[in-house]
């Protein structure tokens, strides 16, 4: 049990010293926006473009691991909008939902977690899953809104926007550079390497605070939201888990890239649909919540996993 609080402590330390400047005023409001787009659009990036440029061929097939992910993830994700829309909800506000049902922060707590405990290895599945998350269930939701928000525009129009929307993404980008590079099998000079070094480190500590940063803002809570909310949370915590164990198993997946699967289906809800809803102007109450809720659940649900899977350090 030590040894799993070993690896978690650091990255809620991060989190919560993130949450304690907000909250003292020691770093003010506007760098929480300032600093999240620091790691969105060059330590991710380049962590993401590192890790997929030094990629094995071997390393990438990984069928049995990138289905019980991602089926999972669509799974979830459009069951709760579903149910979303079966309760009155609008196509928007659905589709947000079912993001915070299954939009794992692999991103941000997915690597510094099982880098901590699978080592290296873990770093190409990590990057697999935040491709993902990503390209399946952030573009599902930007199609869905702009749907509900353009149900009347020419289909061709509404795929250019989304489209155009999904090209500028720096998180899609760089894995998809670094790909193409590491295929040309040319080395990356010494001193474009230690650039990426440099900038990729500081993605994951820096992401940690961000979080930390961002949970710091008050933000009121009607009981109804609450309800919501936890529903929501456990949906997070508990189901998506689940259901990635079961079809992990049934694929017969690698004991240790299932329960790296596992793991980081596990991950509490990222903020990226926190900044969907916002940038589309979309109540963003229960999303905050349910960020929240299942930043502070994974405290106990990650340890809990970690020993139910035998994840007790790098092996």
């Not at 999303?287 to 340890?303: C, N």
């Not at 139910?308 to 092996?315: D, E, P």
Request: with cysteine.
């Amino acid at each position: 049990m030590l040894s799993i609080l070993s690896i978690v402590a650091p990255v809620f330390a991060l989190i919560a010293a993130g949450y304690l400047c907000r909250r003292i005023g020691v770093i003010g409001l506007a760098a929480v926006s300032e600093l999240n787009r620091f790691v969105v659009y060059l330590a991710l990036p380049a962590l993401l473009f590192d890790v997929m440029a030094h990629a094995k061929p071997s390393e990438l097939a990984q069928p049995g691991f990138i289905i019980a992910y991602g089926v999972t993830c669509g799974i979830v994700f459009y069951g709760t909008l579903g149910v979303s829309l079966l309760a009155g909800r609008p196509l928007g506000p659905a589709s947000i939902d079912g993001l915070l049902g299954s939009y794992a922060n692999t991103a941000y707590m997915g690597f510094p977690v099982l880098l901590m405990v699978f080592g290296q290895d873990s770093l190409v599945p990590v990057t697999l899953t935040s491709i993902i998350t990503v390209c399946v269930l952030f573009a599902s939701s930007i199609v869905l809104i702009e749907v509900g928000r353009h149900s009347a525009h020419h289909p061709l129009r509404l795929a250019g926007k989304v489209g155009a929307s999904l090209a500028r993404n720096p998180l899609l980008i760089a894995p998809a550079l670094g790909a193409l590079y590491g295929a040309t099998g040319i080395g990356l000079p010494t001193a474009a390497e230690t650039f990426l070094k440099l900038l990729g480190g500081a993605a994951s500590p820096l992401a940690l605070v961000v979080i930390g940063l961002f949970l710091a803002e008050p933000r009121p809570v009607a009981a109804a939201e609450a309800r919501t909310a936890s529903v929501l949370a456990a949906i997070k915590l508990f189901v998506q888990p689940a259901l990635t164990w079961g079809l992990a198993t049934a694929l017969a997946v690698p004991p240790r890239l299932a329960a790296m699967a596992v793991l980081l289906s596990a991950m509490p809800t990222g903020t990226g649909p926190f900044m969907l809803a916002e940038f589309y102007r979309l109540p963003a109450v229960v999303t905050s919540a349910v960020i929240l809720l299942s930043t502070l659940g994974s405290l106990v649900t990650l340890p809990l996993l970690m020993i139910a899977l035998g994840a007790t350090g790098q092996n």
